[in-house]
């Protein structure tokens, strides 16, 4: 806020003391002044052609009373709050001061709130419906454009179901914190250049195999020479993943995208990456485990099916 200008604060408080004191005057004068009357008790004045003749009464106490409060109310105001011109009124009372008052009279609540769960694991957060209330507001605004609003994942964003059993990296408390605050990049460096056609077909079935999905034996067969030499060193030899590097287990039925041979193909020949943005700026780790909290909950509740987005 900027402050008046001296002219605008004189110019500001002359119209106030002109304005109250004339008011003041009237009010005063209105009090004392004689009306000269005549015998009847009118004042002589006579409307609409003498029928209606102007009489004389006081004012009544009430209103002199009501009226004598309000000047007082009126200078006691400006004696306390700012209106008069650039003095700030006794109180030192500003909007802008009340309001940093009452966010931080409401921070401080909220601080209290999520005190309460420093040292606890998300197993024991999420016994509290509130702290789980606040995780899924959180995941809401900040998760579901990615992960959808029940956290079943994105297969065409590649963003993980958040509430199975199957994760990339890790659903254990200090993992998945990690995952949130620092995010996750999980990258599968295009292979094409280094494996024939005809091999990536073949891996792909043998890749198919590996969950039991319907695939041609001979070529998968072939298919998991390729696989020793070049995909376990990411995937392990038995295509388990390997959570270190977010290189996801193979033999579940579980899939960021899916399991069609073309996708696998694909996957093989053009990599793959899914990154993961870090929260740990915007959140923070009392907000992150919260959501953690309702992943929880969820994830413990009973089970929803999968809306594709695997893993
Ligand atoms: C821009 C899209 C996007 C947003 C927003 C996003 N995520 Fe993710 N998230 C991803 C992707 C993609 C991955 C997979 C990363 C990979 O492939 O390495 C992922 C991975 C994760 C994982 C690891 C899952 C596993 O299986 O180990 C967790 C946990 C997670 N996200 C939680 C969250 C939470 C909580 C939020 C909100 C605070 C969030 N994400 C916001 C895209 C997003
Ligand atoms: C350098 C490590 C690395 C190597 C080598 C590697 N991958 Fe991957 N792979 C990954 C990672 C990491 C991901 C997850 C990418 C993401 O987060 O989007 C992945 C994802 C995949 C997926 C998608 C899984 C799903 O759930 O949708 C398939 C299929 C796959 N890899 C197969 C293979 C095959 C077959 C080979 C060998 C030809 C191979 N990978 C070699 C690291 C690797």
Known sequence: MSALSTFWSLWVMALVTFNLGLALFLFIWSQRVKIPTLPDGTTGHVWAHGMLREGLHKLPLWWTLFSAAM??????????????????????????????????ASLGKLQDHLRRHEGQTLAQIAADADAVAMGKRLFIDNCAACHGREALGNPALGAPNLVDADALYGNDDATLLA??????????????????????????????????LPHDVALAQKGQATFTTICAACHTPQGTGNPALGAPNLTDAVWLKNGELTTIENTIRNGRSGEMPAWDKRLGEQNARLIGAWLHARRNAAPTPPAGGGK
């Open 71 to 104: 000047f007082i109310l009126a200078i006691g105001y400006l004696v306390r709050y700012p209106g008069f011109g650039a003095f700030k009124g006794t109180l030192d009372w500003t909007e802008y001061s009340q309001l940093a008052g009452d966010r931080a």
């Open 179 to 212: 995952s949130i605050l620092n995010g996750r990049n999980g990258i599968m460096p295009p292979l094409g250049g280094a494996i024939a056609e005809a091999d990536i077909t073949a891996t792909a079935h043998y890749v198919r195999s590996l969950s039991g």
